[in-house]
């Protein structure tokens, strides 16, 4: 029995609709969904998020931090920056990778950089799904 999905950024509605299970990462850790859940709400980590569609296939969308929420048959994802693999500029998320790697190299404590990179990570890792 499906249940309703909204992932939403400031810009947009990236995905709402029907969903199986919803699959995300959480400051704590990794977390699925799937109809009749408790509810639930969260603080969203730097990490794909995966909407299972009733119909075979997945919405796979790279999250930059934000909010989960579940109530009654319903998740919410809210986050500040959002992006489908159509979105995703690869040659632009290749060249920040190989620029923050390259930061990281010479400082490995430097916390900007290792962000910059798990995010340039993300957006090619979502990329390549779609």
């Keep these: 029995m499906p249940f309703a999905?909204?992932?939403v950024s400031p810009e947009r509605v990236l995905y709402?609709?029907?969903?199986e299970m919803v699959v995300c990462r959480t400051t704590d850790g990794e977390i699925a969904f799937l109809p009749?859940?408790?509810p639930f709400v969260g603080?969203?980590?730097?990490?794909?998020?995966?909407?299972i569609l009733?119909?075979?296939?997945?919405?796979?969308?790279?999250?930059?931090?934000?909010f989960v929420e579940v109530s009654g048959d319903?998740?919410?994802i809210l986050s500040d920056v959002a992006e489908l693999p159509e979105?995703?500029?690869?040659?632009?998320?290749?060249?920040?990778?190989e620029n923050a790697a390259q930061r990281v190299a010479a400082d490995a404590d430097d916390a900007e950089a290792v962000g910059a990179l798990a995010r340039a990570e993300l957006r090619l890792e979502v990329?390549?799904?779609?």
């Excluded at 709402?16 to 969903?19: K, L, N």
Aim: proline share 2%; aromatic share 0%.
């Design 5 to 7: 999905v909204q992932l």
């Design 16 to 19: 709402q609709g029907d969903a």
């Design 43 to 51: 603080a969203l980590g730097v990490a794909k998020v995966r909407v």
């Design 127 to 130: 990329a390549a799904t779609g």
């Design 74 to 76: 319903h998740v919410t």
């Design 87 to 97: 979105q995703v500029d690869v040659v632009r998320a290749r060249t920040a990778q």
């Design 36 to 38: 009749g859940h408790v």
């Design 54 to 66: 009733p119909e075979k296939g997945e919405v796979a969308v790279a999250v930059h931090g934000g």
